[in-house]
């Protein structure tokens, strides 16, 4: 039997879940795990992939939540050979090194996207260059955000981004609310892009940056690039893959 380790949103649903697998096919804890299965929704998945990323353990996730765009179908019969069958999707993230006004250095990684939004009631002023070339040199605007191909469905869909086929080698980098220029509606970018914001008048429209659970404030440069050297690997069932569903979201009206 694949040695599996369980782990559940903190909802009745979720922990009431948790119960009856453990009971059916017990825990071999993280350490000793062969895959680890989330029971929850889109937000425990991501949770999951950052804090199992330095083991390398592959990810079955089961919807006890509502949407579970990443999640496969809750069932409790034969887990371990829905898992044997389940297809891998490797799942690269960006990387964000983020400097703030007190010349602080963060970073951190984002498997949906890396956004800047402004922090209060002012638009903020963004300049945006693409491999050391300037591109855009004000954007004024709520913010601006860079998705990965797997998240193109979450925030960088709702603020009208393009859905980004996970083989696409791909980046949306998408607009939130812009002002000016009124008409630019974003851009696809090759997925070895180096992108740099520079927030333009700082103090006065300051803006945070956040990548998946990590926001830093008043950022004065925010530089994002899909790092390859780490991997997350997401299972799915043969008919509910991944892939598959992106491009049927495309198709949803």
């Known amino acids: 039997m694949t040695h599996i380790h369980f782990t ?12 009856r697998l453990v009971a059916l096919y017990g825990d071999s804890g993280p350490e000793a795990a062969e895959v680890v299965v989330a029971l929850g929704g889109d937000g425990l998945m991501l949770e999951t992939i950052h804090r ?22 809750f069932a409790e019969a034969d887990l371990p050979a829905r898992i044997a069958r389940a297809q891998s999707n490797d799942i690269h993230p960006l990387r964000m090194h983020a400097v703030t006004s007190t010349g602080a250095v963060e970073e951190a990684l984002a498997f949906n996207e890396v956004s ?12 945006i260059s693409i491999d050391g070339r300037v591109r855009l040199a004000e954007l004024i605007c709520d913010g601006v955000l860079v998705s990965t191909p797997a ?20 980046l949306p980098l998408t607009p939130i609310s812009a002002f000016r220029p009124r008409r630019w509606r974003g851009a696809l970018l090759p ?3 180096e992108i740099l914001f520079e ?14 659970f990590t926001e830093v404030r008043r950022v004065i440069s925010v530089a994002a690039s899909e790092d390859r050297s780490v991997c ?7 008919d509910r893959a991944l892939s598959e569903r992106i491009i049927r979201e495309q198709f949803t009206v």
Do not use: W
């Open 8 to 19: 559940a949103a903190s909802t009745e649903q979720a922990q009431d879940a948790r119960e």
């Open 52 to 73: 199992m990323i330095d083991r390398e353990l592959p990810v079955y996730g089961m919807n006890c939540g509502s949407v579970g765009f990443l999640m496969n179908d």
């Open 116 to 127: 800047l939004l402004r922090q209060l009631r002012q638009a903020a002023k963004i300049r």
């Open 151 to 170: 998240g193109s469905t979450a925030y960088n869909l709702s603020a009208h981004g393009p859905i980004v086929p996970l083989t696409a080698n791909l």
């Open 191 to 193: 997925s070895n892009s």
């Open 199 to 212: 927030i333009l008048e700082s103090e006065k429209r300051p803006v945070a940056a956040v990548a998946d």
């Open 232 to 238: 997350a690997r997401i299972l799915s069932d043969p």
